[in-house]
């Protein structure tokens, strides 16, 4: 979630102080606001945004429930291993930004036909 909050530079070691409890991370700060990025279970969130209220939220972005599954791959439990055996459908791309060589590498994995 990336959540923007007034931040008057008094109440700045407050909020902070906060992202950091919740193992957030600062994406930008301005004269008189903070943005900033926490994820985490449903409950995480919510309780971050409640604690932000206070300070004003100027605007809220979040995204729907987000997940891989630890451990082994779904390609290793077949026998493969490789980014190449995934079915293009289960590749899922970052929201974050990456490298462009590296989108345009996850792009051409997605969309290339598997060889029989």
Do not use: C
């Not at 992202?19 to 903070?34: K, L, P, T, W, Y």
């Not at 449903?42 to 004003?56: D, S, T, W």
């Amino acid at each position: 979630m990336l959540i923007k909050v007034s931040s008057p530079p008094e109440k700045r070691p407050e909020i902070f102080q906060l992202i950091e409890s919740f193992r957030g991370r600062v994406v930008d700060i301005q004269h008189a606001n903070v943005m900033m990025e926490i994820s985490g279970t449903e409950g995480k969130v919510e309780a971050f945004i409640e604690l932000m209220r206070p300070y004003g939220i100027l605007e809220l972005a979040r995204t729907g429930r987000i997940a891989l599954v630890r451990g082994e791959s779904e390609a290793s439990d077949r026998g493969g291993g490789h980014v190449s055996d995934v079915q293009p459908e289960k590749i899922v791309l970052p929201t974050r930004r990456l490298d462009p060589k590296l989108v345009d590498l996850l792009r051409s994995l997605k969309t290339a036909t598997p060889s029989a």
